[in-house]
């Protein structure tokens, strides 16, 4: 019995998804232990005793063989156990559940936005391909891509918080209930946007004019199919592939590029979370985060493989 290509074509991504989870979890045990310096002498104070150095060693089971702590620590994986911080003795997943809040509403106000800007500026500037409405989208994008984020939040900062006065420069003073004073939110997420919507105007520009120029669409015009019906239901899907996986791919920065924002605006999320774990060499929480990064970006690469596939059927399925 013959199965569906698409079926197929899922079966082979969640495998990869799969082997790409573990290679994850191997990766981030490898590379914390790679991290340079004790994690028992940092610990121990600014005079360590050795006994005090080998009772912390002993507890964090750090006399033990790698391997065997890397079983250990996979093996509590499988069951939501993160294992516990070093430095205060909470529970890893706790620390990710207080952090997860700040960081899931940046990066869902940002997603939130994206979705209408891009694609609609996209489609407004493949609309008008070649005039004025075109050059100032297509110039405006390629001009703000070029900013690095951190130079455009300290550029934010120092204009609208500083010199005008119009919104808070920090979160500090606004505790972690963020909805309460969306003008905390206003900096952080301008900054988040800045990138990722430029990149998706400019792919669903691209995408459009190559969809609207396509034999199909010539000979549906010809036919008499009117002009947005023949945009919307017949280029727009064709143009929508490479967006959706530049959406995924974005999403995936979202996580990377909340560290930096967060750090700029000190806003107590994921990211402040994880840079304050590396300065005091808490392993455990280094390696929780690093895994609910890793373990994100596999999902919604595999969720965007799966939705590019089904938007281009002609593309095979050995996609």
């Known amino acids: 019995m013959r199965h569906s290509p698409w079926r197929s074509f899922v079966a082979r991504r969640l495998?990869?998804?799969v082997a790409q989870t573990a290679a994850v979890v191997l990766l981030v045990f490898a590379l914390t232990e790679a991290l340079p310096g004790d994690a028992a002498v940092a610990l121990a104070g600014d005079q360590p005793d050795p006994a005090r150095i080998a009772a912390i060693r002993e507890a964090m089971h750090l006399d033990r063989p790698a391997h065997e702590r890397l079983a250990q620590w996979a093996a509590g994986l499988t069951h939501g156990d993160f294992g516990t911080s070093l430095v205060s003795g909470r529970p890893v997943a706790q620390y990710l559940t207080d952090g997860f809040g700040p960081t899931l509403l940046l990066a869902g106000l940002t997603l939130a936005l994206l979705i209408p800007l891009g694609f609609?500026?996209?489609?407004?500037?493949?609309?008008?391909?070649?005039?004025?409405?075109?050059?100032?989208?297509?110039?405006?994008?390629?001009?703000?891509y070029a900013v690095p984020e951190f130079a455009l939040g300290v550029l934010l900062v120092t204009v609208l918080a500083l010199r005008l006065g119009r919104l808070p420069?920090?979160?500090v003073g606004?505790?972690?209930?963020?909805?309460?004073?969306?003008?905390?939110l206003?900096?952080?997420?301008l900054v988040l946007l800045s990138r990722?919507?430029?990149?998706?105007?400019?792919l669903v520009r691209a995408g459009m004019i190559e969809a609207l120029a396509a034999p199909y669409a010539v000979h549906a015009r010809?036919?008499?199919i009117g002009a947005a019906r023949v945009r919307y239901a017949h280029a727009l899907p064709n143009a929508l592939a490479p967006a959706v996986q530049q959406?995924?791919?974005t999403v995936d920065w979202l996580l990377c590029g909340v560290i930096v924002v967060e750090a700029l605006f000190v806003i107590p999320g994921l990211g402040t979370l994880l840079l304050g774990a590396v300065a005091e060499r808490d392993v455990p929480v280094v390696q929780g985060l690093a895994v609910v990064f890793g373990v994100l970006t596999v999902v919604l690469n595999l969720g965007a493989d799966l939705v590019a596939h089904r938007l281009t059927p002609r593309a095979g399925v050995a996609a």
């Open 15 to 17: 495998l990869l998804g």
């Open 120 to 144: 609609g500026l996209g489609v407004l500037a493949a609309r008008h391909e070649g005039r004025l409405t075109d050059r100032l989208i297509s110039s405006g994008a390629l001009a703000v």
């Open 169 to 171: 420069p920090t979160a």
């Open 174 to 184: 606004y505790g972690t209930d963020l909805l309460a004073h969306p003008a905390v």
């Open 186 to 189: 206003v900096l952080p997420v």
């Open 196 to 202: 990722p919507v430029c990149s998706i105007v400019r």
């Open 222 to 224: 010809r036919y008499g």
């Open 247 to 249: 959406l995924a791919r």
